[in-house]
């Protein structure tokens, strides 16, 4: 059974910091891109950041700077370390595992809230 669970969100103000992590089960996680995916609400879900198994990073414009995915594959987590919240980063906050030699395959976490919120 694949697992993906979410951890590290919670309330914090702007310009604090929050670190989520993603703990993985029931693959073989280095053979999989991870990534991180937010939905606020009325909006659709869009790409946070991904690593590819081999440690490459990718993240949104509104995110650079700011957040930083790495993975540990001895740990089969991946994390997401936030820094500098905007009010506007408040919403659930996916975890994504997708196998790289068939895109085909992907599983979802069940989703994570951070609010941002003085």
């Known amino acids: 059974q694949v697992q993906l669970v979410e951890s590290g969100g919670g309330l914090v103000q702007p310009g604090g910091s929050l670190r989520l992590s993603c703990a993985v089960s029931g693959i073989m996680f280095r053979f999989y891109a991870m990534g991180w995916y937010r939905q606020a609400p009325g909006k659709q879900r869009d790409m946070v950041a991904t690593?590819?198994?081999?440690?490459?990073?990718n993240y949104a414009d509104s995110v650079k700077g700011r957040f930083t995915i790495s993975r540990d594959n001895g740990k089969n987590t991946v994390y997401l370390q936030m820094n500098s919240l905007k009010p506007e980063d408040t919403a659930v906050y996916y975890c994504?595992?997708?196998?790289?030699?068939?895109?085909?395959?992907?599983?979802w976490g069940q989703g994570i809230q951070v609010t941002v919120s003085s």
């Open positions: 994504n595992a997708n196998l790289e030699l068939n895109p085909s395959i992907n599983y």
């Open positions: 690593i590819t198994s081999g440690s490459h990073a």
